[in-house]
């Protein structure tokens, strides 16, 4: 080798330097420097999400959520007629019928379609975060979601609620895109997420009521009329997605409701940031929230109005035009999030409308963004990263509660029933929702029967749900289930009191089950309302003496 081009050894000696811990730190600085902290915290609170989700994923199903598997398990052309009676909309039991006939109908693989939603909802949130405030909005937006209680709740539920989060964010994208540039293509695409969601929740009504009342009255101080009436036309154009399925709504308008639940009223719009903060509180509205669901609710809601007020400490100057701008757009995202609720109010004062927190999944997009944009409207970068890290780690200890959450008594009564019971024996249900979940864990050769009796086992019938129950004789079901179990079988009866409508029948049932079969017997699974959300009892049934 010519020596002009010969290393020398005092420049090959440096070389082991490279392997040294400092310079491996030196490198991965080098390689993460275009990468923001804002990304790198989000994307650990993602993986931390879909950590939560699998780990908890695997628990026993709750009523809603059997009912939501054995729906969808049908063949496609029975779903429609089995939702006539379930009083729900069809697109998510659609889309769990495809997802299981690819993953399986097990507690995993139903849930799986909700926790994908939910995750995917991760970056559609980050896209509608950076529309509003840029990196710093967007980041925070998909943190929230990551680290929400209510997100991470829904995520692990067999239900259409995360289905729900996932539409409005992707409709908010859609819409948007329609204000900033219409055409054609993103107006059928905003027409066909409004549709969607029409057809995965009925409160999504009231959503797009509220978004369409607030185009209109923008039409007064904006400049880009056409692009307002553009957005206007596609969520209106969503409806013609109803009109296949608008002889089913009808009928459920008329003939099912929700005897179960508590009417919606204003004052839930007070409670609306607990709901989204605490796991207990969306699960029993009723429940006192935990103290950090408390605190962190408390600190969404003053967030959220900061976004609205739109101010920051440090800006003595007039607002600038984009300043105005951003004012209106919270406005905005502020009106539909309270006006989706008092539009339901409103409905309730014509026909009765059941309020239940998770029914608030309609808003919780808009919500976290109004969230988002209050922490970037902080003065100071250590102050916005300290209400960040506030709200992720109340979020977290929230989430936390839901992963040990016992959400139904079925496995204690299913492996109770299994262990003793013969062929023959009897199970009969007090109220029937309680039966589904029980259902899908015991073996063939039982005989089960439900109160009301024209429900089954797998489904409930919610049509004209309350004049049913109060037509039923506790003691004319309890004797049926004596006859039907004969001299030598035993009832077992899963019961519990305190379900809407149905007053004592229950513990009715109860009693007259024990004279007819009087043979002494203690309480199996007792009733525990503090430790599960879906608690029951237990009791065995021997034949009489």
């Not at 909802?121 to 980050?126: G, K, L």
């Not at 709901?275 to 959220?304: E, Q, S």
């Amino acid at each position: 080798m010519p020596a002009s081009i010969k290393s020398p050894p005092d420049e090959v000696a440096p070389a082991p330097a490279r392997t040294s811990g400092r310079g491996i730190a030196a490198a991965i600085r080098r390689r993460l420097a275009p990468v923001s902290p804002g990304a790198l915290v989000a994307t650990g609170g993602v993986a931390a999400l879909a950590i939560f989700f699998f780990f908890n994923v695997n628990a026993q199903l709750w009523l809603d959520e059997a009912l939501s598997v054995n729906i969808s398990r049908l063949p496609l052309t029975e779903i429609p007629d089995a939702l006539r009676q379930d009083n729900s909309a069809p697109f998510h039991y659609l889309l769990l019928h495809v997802w299981m006939e690819v993953f399986g109908e097990g507690n995993f693989a139903a849930r799986s379609l909700s926790g994908v939603a939910v995750l995917a909802t991760v970056p559609a949130v980050w896209l509608a975060g950076r529309r509003i405030g840029g990196d710093w909005t967007a980041w925070t937006a998909a943190l929230l979601v990551a680290t929400s209680p209510f997100a991470g709740l829904y995520a692990t539920q067999a239900r259409m609620y995360a289905v729900v989060i996932l539409l409005t964010a992707l409709g908010y994208l859609a819409l948007t895109s329609v204000l900033a540039r219409p055409s054609p293509a993103r107006v059928v695409a905003l027409a066909l997420v409004s549709g969607l969601l029409m057809l995965t929740h009925y409160w999504s009504f009231y959503l797009l009521a509220a978004v369409f009342s607030v185009l209109v009255v923008s039409l007064a101080w904006t400049r880009r009329r056409r692009a307002v009436l553009w957005a206007a036309g596609g969520i209106a154009g969503g409806a013609l997605l109803m009109l296949p399925w608008l002889p089913v709504f009808l009928f459920q308008i008329e003939n099912t409701g929700t005897p179960w639940g508590n009417p919606t009223s204003y004052k839930f719009l007070v409670d609306i940031g607990e709901y989204f903060a605490d796991t207990n509180r969306a699960r029993w509205y009723l429940t006192p929230a935990a103290p950090p669901g408390r605190i962190l609710g408390v600190l969404l809601v003053v967030l959220a109005g900061l976004a609205v007020l739109r101010t920051r400490a440090s800006a003595a100057e007039p607002e600038s035009a984009k300043a105005v701008a951003g004012r209106r757009h919270s406005m905005s995202l502020a009106a539909v999030v309270l006006g989706t609720v008092a539009l339901a109010v409103i409905a309730s004062k014509v026909k009765p409308v059941t309020f239940e927190s998770r029914y608030l999944a309609v808003v919780f997009v808009p919500f976290i963004l109004l969230v988002a944009t209050g922490i970037s409207l902080v003065a100071g970068r250590y102050l916005r990263l300290g209400l960040t890290a506030a709200v992720v780690l109340l979020g977290v200890i929230g989430s936390a509660a839901n992963i040990d959450a016992e959400r139904s008594h079925a496995p204690e009564i299913a492996a109770a029933v299994e262990r003793s019971a013969q062929e023959g024996d009897v199970v009969a249900y007090c109220p029937d929702q309680l039966a589904p979940p029980v259902d899908r864990l015991l073996g063939p050769g039982l005989k089960q029967v439900t109160l009301p009796t024209d429900s089954t086992s797998e489904r409930v019938n919610w049509v004209d749900y309350a004049a049913r129950i109060a037509a039923t004789d506790p003691a004319a079901f309890a004797q049926e289930a004596d006859r039907m179990a004969g001299p030598d079988n035993d009832v077992w009866l899963v019961w519990a009191d305190g379900y809407g409508a149905y007053g004592g029948q229950c513990g009715a049932v109860a009693q007259e089950l024990g004279r007819v079969r009087p043979t002494p017997e203690q309480p199996i699974v007792v009733s525990h309302a503090t430790n599960y959300f879906e608690p029951s009892n237990l009791r065995r049934y021997r034949p009489g003496g």
